[in-house]
């Protein structure tokens, strides 16, 4: 059974194994933050509904190029502060505003990040969703980002520092769709609900 | 810092949209975004009034205080205006003092009304030469997205509109009583526009400010009056922008004019 | 000779001026997620006070001397707008207006993982709209509804009220004119309430140890009933949708049998969609 928690609220009396976003105290499990849990996971955790996004190494996200240094460029991710890209390696031409695909190749204790393997978009548009929504845009085995596709006839890549960049078919279409994907992250059958919004969209057109 | 290229980029878009005569959301040059007034929230303030211009909020309250006038006008009480940028309607408003955005938009709101003669200063006078009251308007941004100067000044004069005069006894203003309501003698409001490239569009949303290379508000009164020109920004205007500008404010005036 | 008759703050049925219990506090509301610019935010009235406060960050601390390598730094700002008291207040921050801010920042510190966000600054501004004493207890209130509306991690939440004595009886939640009244005694204090821990507690007056106590339990059991308004705004943004979820359940299901049937032929289109969209990207690649 899936319940909402906030933090400080108690997740669970039992012993279990400790997943994302909780802490033990006094032998009982807390959540940390404004999620879900599900009692009867073996494993006590909470999917944050609200967050910051936190490099973890082999991330792929959508980045914007801020600055060029000499040896390399700084990269907004969308994160607590700039990514280090080095020029090693890049092939295509990058500029201040150059939209990058990168991957995240280091962090430290710090949360700073280093990027590599950019790769340049030209045209489309790039929008920004709350990055602990990712997972639900991207569904089980890609399938919600399957609706999304064949819902909207869009290219587009979701970030996973919740950056999104689309092009071609109905971006607006696009854009709506995933606000709502955001805003109902947490209810079940968000799937099926989904791909009968898109296509009572389409009908409309 | 972070989201300023993201906006520079969309800023671009905003450019190579109107030269093919687009707007953002689909509106026209000259059109405004949907505006709302809430009136009466803050038991404390004398008049208040919070208003939504699409999603840009600005919070205007009024306070009355008791002053001395100047030796060359000792039948008359004045307003002032003073404006806050704070970081709760922006991750690009910063704490600290205030700003030359902040100083520039109180100054011109201030302008707009003190120069229509909105308030008739001998109605604030107490005693002559003695004792005076002082309106101040103090107007918080609550949420930023593009033309603070029009929603700031919508909320100064609604605020204006609503005020109750305080009742004085002994040369004291007596809490939470009232000697009736300030009357205004004008509504002036502020049309603001956006210069991008060669359109001049009014109301500008952010992306519009991102990408405007010069701004424009003027302030007009009920009875075809300008009371205030401010230009800003680096950029440079015509003429006929001005003109143009004229025009526009004098229409779209009156309408907001009605909410008020 | 109205005007020189005592005031009874509390009367023999233990009613105070305005009707209300002694334990009793000022009518609250909370909303959580109202400001579009901010990471968090929280909307709160209490009794006549007004407070809107936001959350920014975390975000890389600056300057950099003040950044710590080990953990977030927690920034409070507490500012009252000019036109939220009787008398204008003076825009320009106050020493009040900076302590306060210091012990509301101090008491959140404490509920904060700071540890997760080494380096960064987490940026809180309350700003009192409307106010009739306890507008602190009601801008820290606030603000941890905000700090977990942003998805900060916390140990729990913080709950502040202001408990004391007017007319030799202890109360919870002052306004303004028992505030006045004479040798009034004003406690604000703050708690994250499963572990009891205090982190803000300030007093104004003459108390005997036996009344702090007695003051203590009422602010305790006044804080219970606090916080689960804060837990109830945070969670009443998702509510609507779950009990939109219940009505659509049902027909899902009779719809569900029928999409089961087309999903299989939509099955093959949609390896089809795939590996064009595949060929798309690449061609795009190309020709840019």
């Not at chain 1, 849990?37 to 999917?47: D, G, K, L």
């Not at chain 3, 920014?56 to 939220?84: C, D, W």
């Not at chain 3, 700090?147 to 913080?158: E, H, T």
């Not at chain 3, 036996?210 to 009443?236: C, F, M, R, S």
Request: proline content about 4%; some cysteine.
């Amino acid at each position: 059974m899936k319940k909402i928690v906030v933090p400080g609220e108690l997740v669970t009396e039992q012993r279990k194994r400790t997943g994302d976003h909780v802490f033990v105290h006094n032998g009982q499990i807390y959540s940390d933050t404004v999620g879900i849990t599900n009692n009867e996971s073996t494993t006590a955790s909470v999917v944050p509904l609200k967050g910051i996004y936190i490099p973890k190494q082999g991330d792929i996200l959508i980045g914007l190029v801020v600055n060029e240094l000499f040896s390399g460029f700084l990269v907004d991710v969308n994160s607590f502060s700039l990514s280090y890209m080095s020029k090693d390696r890049i092939r295509e031409p990058l500029k201040r505003g150059s939209i990058v695909s990168v991957r995240v190749s280091k962090t430290n204790e710090l949360n700073e990040a280093d990027v590599s393997d950019a790769r340049v978009f030209y045209g489309g548009e790039v929008f920004a969703v709350s990055p602990v929504k990712v997972p639900r845009i991207i569904g089980k085995n890609g399938s919600m980002l399957d609706i999304l596709r064949k819902g909207t006839n869009c290219n587009f890549i979701v970030g996973r520092n919740g950056r999104i960049w689309a092009k071609g078919g109905n971006v607006p279409l696009l854009i709506k769709a995933i606000k709502k994907i955001e805003a109902e992250a947490h209810t079940s059958n968000l799937t099926n609900k989904m791909a009968e919004f898109l296509s009572k969209q389409r009908n409309i057109i | 810092m972070q989201k300023d290229v993201l906006l520079e980029l969309n800023a671009e878009k905003v450019l190579n949209n109107l030269k093919e005569g687009k707007r953002n959301n689909g509106r026209k040059v000259d059109e405004y975004r949907k505006i709302t007034i809430e009136k009466d929230l803050y038991k404390n303030a004398e008049g208040c009034a919070k208003v939504k211009l699409g999603d840009t909020e600005v919070i205007a309250g009024v306070k009355f205080s008791l002053g001395t006038p100047y030796p060359d006008s000792p039948k008359q009480g004045t307003i002032s205006v003073g404006a806050e940028l704070i970081p709760l309607a922006s991750p690009f408003f910063e704490t600290g003092p205030p700003s030359m955005e902040s100083i520039e938009l109180a100054r011109v709101v201030d302008r707009g009304i003190r120069e229509s003669k909105a308030v008739d200063f001998e109605k604030l006078c107490i005693t002559e030469g003695e004792q005076v009251l002082i309106g101040f308007i103090d107007m918080y941004a609550i949420n930023f997205d593009g033309n603070l100067f029009d929603a700031s000044a919508i909320a100064a004069i609604s605020a204006l509109n609503e005020a109750k005069l305080p009742k004085i006894e002994n040369d004291k203003i007596v809490e939470k009583e009232y000697s009736g309501k300030l009357k205004l003698k004008r509504k002036p409001l502020l049309s603001t526009f956006a210069k991008i490239g060669n359109v001049l569009v009014v109301d500008p949303d952010l992306m519009e400010e991102t990408a405007m290379q010069a701004r424009f508000s003027v302030a007009t009164t009920e009875d075809n009056f300008v009371s205030a020109f401010q230009k800003g920004l680096s950029g440079a205007i015509k003429k006929e922008d001005v003109d143009n500008a004229i025009d526009t404010a004098f229409k779209t005036s009156k309408e907001i004019r009605k909410n008020i | 000779m109205t005007k020189e008759e005592k005031k009874i703050y509390v009367n023999k049925k233990g009613l105070r001026l305005d009707g209300r219990a002694v334990d009793e506090s000022r009518p609250i509301t909370i909303k959580a997620g109202v400001l579009k610019n901010a990471k968090g935010s929280c909307y709160l009235e209490w009794g006549q006070n007004k407070v809107l406060v936001s959350v920014q960050g975390p975000r890389e601390a600056l300057p950099k001397h003040i950044a710590n390598p080990f953990k977030a730094i927690v920034k409070f700002t507490y500012r009252m707008a000019a036109f939220s008291v009787p008398d204008r207040k003076n825009p320009r921050p106050g020493r009040r207006d900076i302590e306060i801010s210091k012990v509301c920042g101090e008491a959140l510190e404490k509920s904060i993982f700071l540890e997760k966000y080494p380096n960064t600054q987490i940026e809180i501004w309350a700003q009192i709209l409307d106010s009739n004493a306890g507008s602190r207890a009601a801008a820290l209130t606030a603000a941890s509804v905000a700090l977990a509306d942003a998805g900060i991690p916390m140990k729990d939440l913080v709950t502040s009220v202001a408990v004391g004595r007017i007319d030799g009886k202890i109360v919870l939640d002052l306004n303004k004119e028992e505030e006045d009244a004479p040798d009034a005694v004003d406690m604000p204090i703050a708690m994250m309430s499963n572990s009891k821990e205090i982190v803000l507690l300030q007093m104004d007056g003459l108390f005997s140890k036996k009344e702090w106590e007695e003051a203590y339990e009422v602010a305790v059991k006044g804080i219970e009933k606090i916080k689960q308004l804060q837990i109830n705004a945070l969670k009443e943004q998702f509510k609507l949708e779950e009990k939109e979820e219940k009505k659509t359940k049902t027909e899902t299901k009779e719809k569900s049998v029928e999409s089961a049937k087309e999903t299989k032929t939509e099955k093959k289109e949609d390896k089809k969609e795939l590996k064009d969209n595949k060929e798309l990207s690449k061609a795009e690649a190309e020709v840019q």
